[in-house]
C-alpha cells in the first residue's frame, strides 16, 4: 500500500504474527481476526459512503443478510440441505455476497432520488428493519381461513438466532480447534478485497463514484449515469459486507439478531471516517485500530487497573470494567479527530480554500498560453469531425420549447437552429432564461413542449448522460469541476461515457481494459496540454486558479468527444488578454474540428467576433435572430440589453 | 480611511500577497486591477479577516482590524458583495436582503434604504417572494449587491460587481456605484473590466503576483503602457 520497504514487511509482519502471538502466549488472534471481518465491512462502506459520497446509516443490515444467508444454507436448523458438505461454505461465501448485492440493489433502488439528510435516514430505517424482521421470522405461521400453508416455520432462529453453521473444511486444516487457520482465510479474503477495492478506485467506475460525490449534476452533463453508478456502490458495498457476513458466521458459529443492531452500523462508520472516508489505507488503519483497542486495549487495561486497584486497596479501581466505557473512548476518539484531523488519520490534506481566483501562478501570471493549431489532439480531430450528419444540415433544431416555473414562464415558445460547424451566440438580459434554455436541451430540465432534435433524432426525455453520450457538452456559469479530484481525473470522468470497463475488467484489468486505460490517459494529458493545463495534472481542481478552472471545464467537455458544445459565460471574470484567448481557442476549435457550439456570453466582443448569428432572449421569449451586424442595430435589442454602448467604446485616454 | 501595509497572506505554503500596501481615503472610489491569480480576492478576503496576514497590517479609521474576527470587522461598517455570489439560496429575496442590514442599529433608516436598492435594481422588486436560488446567475449577482448596500457601509468591497451581467446592467451597476459613491459611502472595487473600473474610480492599482506594480490616479492610468495593453487588451 504505500512505498519502499512497506508492503513486504507488512506482508511479513502480517504471515508471521499468528505465529509470534502463540509464542509469547497473546492469545488475540480471534479478536485480531474479528477485527479484520469489521475491516472488511468498513471496506464495503467506504465504497458507499468514501466513493460515492452517499451516506449510508445502516450498513449493518447487509452484515446481518450475508450472515443469515451463510446461516440458512449452511445450518441443521432450517434443514438445508447443503449442511454437512465439505464443500458447503466454500460455496455459501459466494451465495451470501451475491444475495447481499442483490438486496443493496433492491434496496438501493428506491433510495437513488434523494440525497444527504434523506438518505441517510432512509438506510436508518432500513438498518433497523432487517434486525427486527430476522427477531420475527423465528416462528412464522400463516393462516388462510382455517387453512395453514406455513404452519410455524423457523425462518431466522428468532431471538435466538442460527446455531450450529457448517465450517469450512479443508483437508488437514484444524477449523474447529485453533483460530489459527480462520486468521489466515480472513487475511486472504481481505487482501483479495483491498486488492479488487484499489483497482476499482483507480478505474472507469471509481472516478465515476467521485464524481457523483463532487456534484452529481456536473457528473450528469460529463456522461456518468448517476443511477447505474450509484446502485454500483451500493451493490458492490453491499457483496463485500456479504463476504464478510457470511465468514463470521462461521467462525462464530452462532449468529443473533443482536450482533447487527444499529450500533454496529455507527462503529464502521466510525471506522470509515477516523481513517478517512475515501482511503482504504486509513480504513483498514481506522478499522484495525477501533476493534484492537475494543477487544484487546480495553480488556487489557481493565485487568491492569483492577490489578492496580488490588495493590493500592482502592474498591473502586479493583472492581472496574473499562469495557463499559467503550462508547465513551469511542466518542472521545472521534471528537477529537474531527477537531484536530478532520481527513481522518490517513485522508489527503486539502489546502484551505482560496479565494475563487487567488492562487500562486509564478509563470508569467498576465498571459495565458495562446491556443495552437498543432496542438490539437489527432484522435479528437478524428473522432469529433467524423459525425454522421449531413454536410450543411442542422445540428440542433429546436422549436417552440416552452417551460414554466410555477407561474413563471422562463422560456416561451422559444426556436432556435445551430447549423453543423456554426457559432450561435444566446445573449439577453438577466434572467432571460438562457440558462434554462441549455438546461432543456442537456436534459436537466424537461421542457413543458417542444421539439429539441440533435443529428436528426429527439431528445426530449433523455438523461443528461446519455445526451452526453449522444455529442452534446457542456460548461457552466458558475464553475462546477470535480473540486477534490486531480486535474486528469477530471477530464478522465469526461472520457467516462466513451470508455467500457466492467466491474470485473476494471478488477482483473485485461489487456484489451489496460490499453483502454493507457489510452485515455494519455488522451487526457493531450488535452490538458491543448488548452495550455500542462504539468498541473495531478492538482485538486479547487486549487486551480479561476482561469485555469474555467479552461478545464472545456478539457472535460471536449473529452467526451461532443459535436455541440455548449459554453454558460465562458469569459465571465476573466480579463481582456484572457477573454481574446479563449475567443481565438472556441474559433480554432470550429474551425478545426467543426464543432458546432452554442454561446451564452455577456462579453459582446467576444460574441461579435465569434458568433455566424445570433438568438436574443427577453423574458423567456425570443425577440430577435440576426446576424452579429443586425443585432447590434436591432432597437430592442438595444433598449432591452445593449444599452447606449458606452461600455463597448475603446478607452478615450483622459476621459 | 482604510490602509494595508506590507502585508502578506498565505494559503497554506502558497504566498497570495507578498508585501501589498494601499490606502482608501474617505469618500474615494479606488480601484484594484489584476489579472486572475494576481491577489485581488485574497486582498478583499485579508481586509475582511476571512484570512490572516502571516505580516503586516490592516488598519480601518486608524485602528488595527487584522486581528479581529469577521463579524466585528463588518460591525465597524466593512461590507462586500463576495464574488461567486454568494447569497442564501433557500431564503427569499426579502430575507436575504433584510439580513444584508441585520448589524445595523437605525432600524428605521432600513425601509427607505430597502425602497433604494429596489428602485436601482426593479427585476429584484418583481422577484422578492421568489428564493434565491431561483434566480439566475446575473439576478444572484444583483442580490449580493444589493445585500452589501442595505448594510449601509463606511466602505463597501465589490469583488467583481459586473461580472455575468448584460452590457446594459453593466453600464447600470457603475452608475449605481458612482451614485452610492456621491452619497457617502468609500469604495474599494475589484473589476476584471477594467475600463469601467477605471472610468468611475478616482485612483487605481495594479496588482500581479500578490505585489502592487502601478498606482495613480485613474486617469492617468487609463493611458499607461502596461494598463492598456495588459488590461485593456489594446494593441
Redesign the interface.
Known sequence: MSRGLGPPALAVALLAYPFVDRALGLQTVHAVSDGMIYTLLALGLNIVVGYAGLLDLGYAAFFAIGAYAMGLLNSPVLGSPLYGHAWSFWVCIWVAAAVSALLGVVIGAPTLRVRGDYLAIITLGFGEIIPVAIRNLGDVTIELGGWRPIERLNLTGGENGVNPVGRPHLPGVPFETDPVPWYFLILVIGAASVWAMNRLRDSRLGRAWMAIREDETAADCTGVNPVSTKLLAFALGASFSGFAGSVYAAKLQAITPGAFEFQVSIMLLCMVVLGGAGSIRGVVLGAMLITVFDRVVLSQTTFLVRAIGRTVGVPALASIDLTLWRWFFFGLGLVLVMLLRPQGLAGRRVQPIAGADDLDEPAAPEAPPPARIEAIPAWLRERVASGPVGHGAAILDVRGVTKAFGGVVALNAVDLVVPRGGIIGLIGPNGAGKTTFFNVVTGLVRPDDGRITFAGASLVGLRPNAIVARGIARTFQSIRLFAHMTVRDNVLVGEHCRLAASVAGAVLRPPRVRAEEARARERARELLAFVGLSGKDEELARNLPYGDQRRLEIARALATEPRLLLLDEPTAGMNPRESETLTDLIGLLRRELSLSILLIEHDMEVVMRVSDRITVLDYGTRIAEGTPGEIQRHPRVIEAYLGTGVSQEPAVPGA | MLQLADVHTY??N???LRGLSLSVERGEIVTLIG????????T??TILGL?RPRRGSVSFNGARVDTLATDRIVRLGIAQSP???HIFPRMSVLENLELGAFARRDRDGIAPDLERVLSLFP?LRE?LAQKGG??????Q??LAISRALMARPGLLLLD?PS??????????I?RIIQDINRQGTTILLVE?????A??VAHRGYVI???RIVLHDAA?EL??SDLV?K?????K
Open positions: 494559503y497554506g502558497i504566498r497570495a489579472g486572475n491569480g494576481a491577489g485581488k480576492t485574497t478583499l478576503r484570512v464574488e461567486g455570489r427585476r422577484r431561483t434566480l439566475s446567475g446575473g439576478e449577482q444583483m467583481e461580472m455575468g451581467l448584460s452590457p446594459i446592467l453593466v453600464e447600470t457603475f476584471q473590466n477594467a475600463r469601467m477605471l472610468r500581479q503576483t500578490g486617469a487609463l493611458r492598456r495588459t488590461y485593456l487588451g489594446e
